[in-house]
């Protein structure tokens, strides 16, 4: 049975996934406060029995830990964009090989 390990800090989560070189990483964008904004984000590295899981939320227009942006449509629902979690994973771990999988397309 593996283990669930929560990393508090945005810096930690990236040392983590650049030292344990995984195949893919796997982001949920999830309701935040108050609950029709989908605002928080949690961040899942599997690596052997360990998963690894980082959350960050809203804070003002971008994500507390991470900031990136966050969005608002026509009537004023705040929401992540999966562009923008792409770019900024791709930016900040700079593994090409890198699969970036969205909790809903798994």
Same mark, same amino acid.
């Given at each position: 049975?593996?283990?669930?390990?929560? +990393?508090?800090?945005?810096?930690?989560?990236?040392?983590?996934?650049?030292?344990?070189?995984? #195949?893919? *990483? +796997?982001y949920i964008i999830a309701l935040g406060i108050p609950a029709k904004n989908l605002t928080s984000l #949690?961040? *899942?590295?599997?690596?052997?029995?360990?998963?690894?899981i980082f959350t960050d939320s809203a804070k003002?227009?971008?994500l507390r830990k991470t900031g990136i942006p966050i969005h608002a449509d026509k009537k004023g629902n705040l929401f992540i964009e999966d562009a923008d979690v792409n770019n900024f994973l791709r930016?900040?771990?700079?593994?090409?090989?890198?699969?970036?999988?969205?909790?809903?397309?798994?």
């Open positions: 049975m593996g283990k669930n390990v929560r +990393v508090k800090t945005w810096e930690e989560f990236k040392r983590l996934a650049i030292e344990k070189k995984p #195949k893919s *990483i +796997v #949690k961040l *899942i590295l599997h690596v052997e029995d360990v998963q690894y003002g227009n971008k930016a900040q771990l700079q593994n090409a090989h890198l699969q970036i999988l969205s909790y809903w397309t798994i």
